[in-house]
């Protein structure tokens, strides 16, 4: 049984990466439970499926397949002992910052219930882009952070509710497949031999598989 440390929401600053703006990236945590929901479209909906939280780049952020993002403590702390660094929960965009559940290794379509009703399911990974290289300023960050291959979760907004710091993460349903996050986030960068495993996978968003048989020309 895992647990949430705590709910982050953007807070809006300016980045340095090439025709960025303002970014939502930097999070800090909520001071009270948050109301989680689904947000709609990618481009058209309402952004973050997290009330109070902010997106501003809305073609490659947000919607329903991106809806709360969640990192791992432990993954932070692994980082932390790497870079030589204090990294504080939020920092790399998450919206729950987690501790002892397994966000990496949850199967595409794995469902949490979370608190008193409220559920989500594992969808995608984070892939690394300039803007989060940006803002870590570490050097050669996208292919380090690739290699880890520990991205943490996007999560889908099943049921609805409000979380709150402490409240308690467990996983309500596993797929029979065994596709997880991290074997979709190295099929997509650096195993691109596992992609013939996401067509196969029905929990796996359509567009996603649409794309990769595009891509294996199939």
């Known amino acids: 049984m895992g647990r949430i440390l705590s709910i982050n929401l953007a807070v809006p600053e300016a980045s340095d990466a090439k025709d960025v703006g303002i970014t939502g990236l930097n999070k800090k945590p909520a001071g009270g439970p948050v109301l989680l929901r689904a947000p709609g479209r990618k481009t058209t ?8 939280d902010r997106i501003f780049d809305i073609w490659h952020h947000g919607g329903n397949e991106q ?15 790497h870079l030589d660094r204090t990294l504080t929960g939020g ?6 910052t987690t501790s002892g559940v397994d966000v990496n290794g949850a199967l595409v379509g794995e ?17 690394p882009c ?7 300023a570490e050097p050669q960050w996208i292919k ?10 996007y999560l889908r907004v099943i049921e609805p509710g409000y979380v709150k710091a402490g409240d308690e993460i467990t ?5 029979e497949h065994d596709l997880s996050i991290a074997r979709l986030f190295r099929a997509l960068t650096t195993e691109p031999e596992l992609l013939p495993e996401i067509l196969d996978v029905q929990e ?15």
């Open 45 to 52: 909906g309402l952004g973050s499926g997290v009330v109070g």
């Open 67 to 81: 809806a709360v993002y969640a990192y791992a403590r432990e993954d932070y702390d692994w980082w932390e002992e």
């Open 91 to 96: 920092i790399f965009g998450e919206n729950l």
């Open 111 to 127: 469902r949490w219930g979370i608190g008193a009703g409220v559920v989500l399911e594992a969808v995608l990974p984070r892939i």
């Open 130 to 136: 300039h803007t989060f290289a940006t803002k870590m």
């Open 144 to 153: 380090r952070f690739t290699a880890q291959a520990s991205p943490g979760t």
């Open 171 to 175: 996983v309500v349903h596993r797929p």
């Open 204 to 218: 796996v968003p359509q567009g996603l598989r649409d794309k990769t048989r595009q891509r294996l020309g199939r």
